[in-house]
């Protein structure tokens, strides 16, 4: 039996726990409500370890402008949210039912920072090794 790949954290989009395809989602700047831990128990598979169950309360601007209220369940460690009371990216369906935070935003998503920090170093090892070669070629020029 082939061993399980871990889980990428973040990437797969879930309302409820139930994976949802990306159409007909709008980003939103939704206020983080309350924050409520459900429940924390340890499994024991290919990757063992603490795994806790958080609800949160956020409230989106409504179809008609008046404020709604949806919970949202998330399950492991993929998001650094700040305290309740802040604005948060959320993606929310159209008729404002359903609402998910934005895992490719790296303001909360620790893979989206971890994705956009690969970018940074990625960027700054190529800058780096352009400024190398200038400064290598330079030394063989005055050589001649």
Known sequence: ???????????????????????????????LVSQYMVKEYFQNDAQ??????????????????????LAIRVKGFGFDLPEPGHMVPVL??????????????????????????AKQRKAKAAADKAEFDALRSGKDERRS
């Open 92 to 117: 929310v369906n159209r008729r404002r039912t359903k609402a998910a935070f934005d895992v490719d935003d790296p303001s909360i998503s620790l893979s989206a920072q971890y994705d956009h920090g």
């Open 1 to 31: 039996m082939r061993p399980r790949e871990p889980a990428n954290i973040g990437s797969v989009l879930t309302i409820n726990d139930r994976p949802v395809f990306r159409m007909g989602l709008t980003k939103e700047q939704a206020k």
């Open 48 to 69: 063992p370890g603490r795994v806790q169950v958080w609800d949160y309360l956020v409230e989106v601007p409504g179809r008609d402008g008046q404020p709604v209220r």
